[in-house]
């Protein structure tokens, strides 16, 4: 039976080719999504090795964080912006979820991150997410779960007012439009609970305080941060 599902697979993967989302060359037998070189060559930051990386510093004096951090650098023009888009807004949802478990793996190998035992994506208004037809950070959210065996919540933590773009406002601008966006359902089940929040992309970290004020305000017992990049 594994003999004949190989046999299809190859022909189809002769009919449609599958293709790297990093560099567009067919991938082979094993590799998902992402071919091996894309993988080797990502720029991973290690900060989940570090209580004050940079990730971590931008959230001191802001909310109460047991660890934050994010896996890969972002800079304009790079293989990771091109990931990401793809994620956001070419339906690439597989591709989150394969980023996800890069990123399951790193936090599992750090102490801090450890002790999670729910992860909570960084939801979209329901109207955005009807148009683009999915949250990427779910996607995310969902790989990192299968790698640390945590389940995955999207009905706690609930955006309950659509706001404008937030890429081309400074960090202030970013906070003041965040205001009341975030809202918690039966909070009471978030008692004594770890929380690790996800997102796709950290710039200022507004979106993200924003949901850590909202989390904060119930009776969790942790809260940790992770995103996938992280735009120095």
């Not at 039976?1 to 790297?20: A, E, K, S, T």
């Not at 956001?88 to 102490?111: F, H, N, V």
């Not at 990192?144 to 706690?156: D, F, G, L, Y």
Request: charged share 20%; net charge positive; glycine share 6%.
């Amino acid at each position: 039976m594994i003999l004949i599902r190989q046999i299809v697979n190859d022909f189809l993967g002769l009919l449609f080719p599958y293709l790297c989302n990093g560099c567009g060359i067919q991938l082979y037998h094993g590799e998902k999504e992402i071919c091996t070189k894309c993988r080797y060559d990502l720029p991973f930051t290690d900060f989940q090795n570090y209580a004050a990386n940079p990730v971590a510093k931008l959230f001191w004096g802001r909310i109460s964080c047991n660890g934050a951090m994010a896996m890969l650098y972002f800079r304009k023009g790079s293989k990771v912006q091109h990931l990401i888009h793809r994620l956001k807004y070419k339906d690439q949802t597989q591709t989150g979820i394969e980023l996800g478990k890069l990123l399951g793996e790193r936090l599992l190998s750090s102490p801090t991150y450890q002790t999670t035992s729910l992860i909570i994506p960084v939801p979209l208004h329901p109207k955005k997410q009807k148009s683009r037809g999915y949250n990427q950070s779910e996607y995310i959210a969902r790989g990192i779960a299968e790698i640390m065996q945590v389940p995955v919540s999207t009905t706690h933590l609930i955006r309950q007012h659509h706001t404008s773009t937030q890429t081309k406002k400074g960090r202030y601008d970013r906070f003041e439009n965040m205001q009341s966006v975030f809202t918690i359902l039966n909070p009471g089940q978030l008692e004594n609970q770890h929380i690790l929040l996800v997102d796709d992309v950290i710039t200022t970290g507004s979106t993200l305080e924003a949901s850590g004020i909202t989390l904060l305000a119930t009776p969790i017992k942790q809260l940790s941060i992770a995103a996938l990049a992280y735009s120095e």
